[in-house]
């Protein structure tokens, strides 16, 4: 059965997944990730600074040997909103290609969304119905509106918890006027959003990557009435459940991201959920939750730890088994997209005889 790695160089952390192929589905063997920060210096002048390629070679370097010791079939790499906007993203792409010997695919920010939605519908079942996923990561934030688990719509946006911290908020704790042109920057691109989405009907929302999990987690440090639902936990009286466990209301969202601002990194470290490497960033992404909340009239998010890998995973999968699920899916999703294009230009399907011709193929 093949094996496959997914690795995702993203602006604040990098991330390896493995999965072999049992039975036309995939089991994860093995899972790492590091903060390599590689957007940090991007979002303030333009460049990957030395250190930050330094150091995310030194955490490929390490997903390298995982990749062997489990002999891996085939390994996909790609690069998000940093590699995007950095000047010299080949030269860090030589870098990776001398290390490892692996290529570095930079993807769009809607691609980036089209496979974190590959990801979470192959594997949550209530992503089927009509379902927003919100992806902010270090550098920018995918909004997506799915129904029956095919897109509808989605809009990238630049508002990853990263490039907010070194753009907007260069004080701890952040000034009145830091904020002020945060939340400023952030209802502009809130308002496009909106403009391409709309606010959708939808009955889930579910959000991924850090900021969503410390959000989730840290809501459990609010009163009781701030959080929806609390899903029973196993384990010792007391323990504090993870956040796959929680789904999170706007307004306990609001709070936080409120607290927040007030608080310094120590402060922020110290809230459960947050810890010291997220606290130093932690701050915008939680604003564009709450607002973004807000401005769509959602209630809350749902947390769910799938993500990119997964989607990247789960395409490697329908490419090599034509009897995996997932590659039904991604095949019916490709021709709902030739009968969308052919009813926008005027094709006649019946005389056009798409199936014979192979365009479902």
């Excluded at 790492?32 to 979002?43: I, M, P």
């Excluded at 010791?69 to 950095?86: G, I």
């Excluded at 969503?212 to 609390?230: C, K, N, Q, W, Y």
């Excluded at 789960?314 to 997209?337: F, I, K, N, P």
Aim: proline share 4%; glycine share 8%; hydrophobic share 40%.
């Amino acid at each position: 059965m093949p094996t496959f790695a997914a690795i995702d160089i993203g602006s604040n952390s990098c991330r390896l997944a493995i999965a072999s192929v049992q039975q036309h589905r995939l089991k994860t063997l093995y899972e790492d990730r590091e903060v390599t920060r590689l957007g940090e210096s991007v979002f303030e002048t333009g460049v990957i600074s030395p250190e930050a390629m330094a150091n995310t070679i030194k955490a490929l370097k390490r997903f390298h040997k995982a990749a062997q010791v489990h002999v891996a079939d085939r390994v996909r790499v790609v690069a998000t909103s940093a590699m995007r906007d950095a000047r010299n993203s080949e030269a860090f792409r030589a870098w990776v290609k001398s290390a490892t010997g692996w290529n570095v695919e930079v993807i769009s920010g809607l691609e980036e969304g089209r496979l974190i939605h590959l990801g979470v519908v192959t594997h949550e079942p209530g992503a089927r119905g009509k379902c927003l996923m919100i992806d902010l990561g270090g550098g920018s934030c995918e909004v997506t509106f799915s129904d029956h688990g095919r897109i509808q719509n989605m809009v990238s946006l630049p508002l990853g918890a990263v490039r907010l911290q070194q753009e907007f908020l260069h004080n701890d704790p952040p000034t009145k006027d830091d904020v002020a042109r945060l939340r400023k920057f952030i209802d502009r691109e809130l308002r496009r959003a909106e403009r391409k989405l709309g606010r959708p009907r939808v009955g889930l929302v579910i959000a991924t990557s850090g900021t969503a999990a410390a959000l989730a987690e840290a809501s459990h440090a609010l009163p009781a009435e701030d959080v929806i639902e609390r899903a029973p936990t196993k384990g010792k009286r007391g323990r504090v459940p993870g956040p796959a466990a929680l789904t999170t209301n706007s307004a306990a969202v609001r709070r936080i991201a409120d607290r927040l601002l007030k608080m310094n990194n120590a402060q922020r470290a110290a809230v459960p959920g947050i810890g010291p490497r997220r606290s130093e960033i932690i701050s915008g992404g939680a604003q564009v939750y709450a607002a973004l909340l807000e401005r769509m009239g959602l209630r809350g998010f749902r947390y769910s730890r799938l993500g990119l890998r997964d989607g990247m995973l789960a395409q490697m999968l329908a490419e090599t088994d034509t009897r995996a699920s997932v590659h039904r899916t991604m095949e019916a999703e490709r021709w709902h997209g030739v009968q969308e294009l052919c009813r926008h230009y005027g094709v006649d399907l019946k005389k056009a005889d798409l199936r014979s011709t192979g365009a479902r193929a």
